[in-house]
């Protein structure tokens, strides 16, 4: 049963998100009232995950994220983020967390990215001994428009960096996010043309639309295209889909504080965060996600993205 420790200096809130996460059953929930507090029970018995506030007395978020990673580096960290803490929270997924949920859509993503995160890092250890040594690996892929498809490719490619000794566990699983969310960005918006901004407006809506377009002509026919090439000193990781393409230039900054807490800008945010350079092709239909062995954690995605 996976431990999930709850790390958040308001009781209220605790008691939220702990409540959130315990409607799966198969999770074991723990509370830590601070930093501090939290990094006393993971030395006394490692949780699977953390989930933590940023803002907190004694060590913040952003701290805690620094001590895991440095302490407990096979040990992955979600971040909450609020109003004010946008700077903070693009800081800390430099370096080395998971990934982040605003306050705000707790109840619609808590229980999702934790699951997420937590399917990505038992892929890792499930395929550990599948592969062995391979100097290079040059693969290629066409899925269909089906997004339960995206966990096992993602674990097949965790297991084979890992198995070419180029990350560890948790940079590998902060790379199957980054792709999870590049093949959702392929798969909801290239292939199914739904604009992210609806998400923001009404997540009902918006998932609606994704069941009606996938069940409609020409959306439902479209592939989605992996081209994948690994090297002893970096990971190489083109995914295009079959939509319309559009202009790269008029993402928003997704590391605008203004823009951190839009669902639009998310999937942008945690791919440059994780990767060492995210770039589109012209047509805006293709994308390259690029991680180099031995990367700084705080190392910034390239401007071409």
Known sequence: MPTVLVVDDSAVDRSLVSG???????????????GADAMRQIEESPP????????MPEMS????????????????????????????????????????????????RILRTVRGVLS??????????LMGCVARNECSFVLDNDCSMFGDLVGYL?????????????????????LEEALANAFCHGNLQIDSSLRDEDDEAYGLMIRQRRAQPPYRDRKIHVD??????????TIRDEGEGFDPHSLPDPTDP?????????GVLLMRA???????????????????RGTPADGAASEDS
Not at 228 to 237: I, N, S, T, W, Y
Not at 274 to 287: I, P, Q, R
């Open 120 to 129: 990505a890092g038992s892929r890792l250890r499930r395929y550990e001994r």
């Open 61 to 108: 978020g952003l701290e805690l994220v620094a001590a895991v990673k440095a302490k407990y580096p096979s040990v992955p960290v979600v971040l909450m983020t609020s109003k004010g803490s946008e700077d903070v929270a693009a800081r800390a997924l430099h370096q080395g967390a998971a990934s982040y949920v605003p306050k705000r859509m707790l109840a619609q």
């Open 274 to 292: 994780f990767m060492d350079s995210v770039e589109y092709n012209e047509l805006g239909n293709a994308v390259t996600l690029i991680k180099r």
């Open 228 to 237: 994948v090439l690994m090297l002893r000193d970096e990971a190489v990781f």
């Open 20 to 34: 959130l996460l315990a409607k799966d059953t198969t999770l074991k929930i723990r509370n830590a009232i601070h």
């Open 48 to 55: 699977d995950i953390v989930v933590t506030d940023l803002i």
């Open 158 to 178: 965790q297991e084979c960096v890992v198995s070419m000794g180029l990350f560890d566990e948790v940079e590998c699983t902060r790379v199957g996010v980054a």
């Open 258 to 266: 203004a823009n951190l807490e839009k669902a639009s800008g998310r």
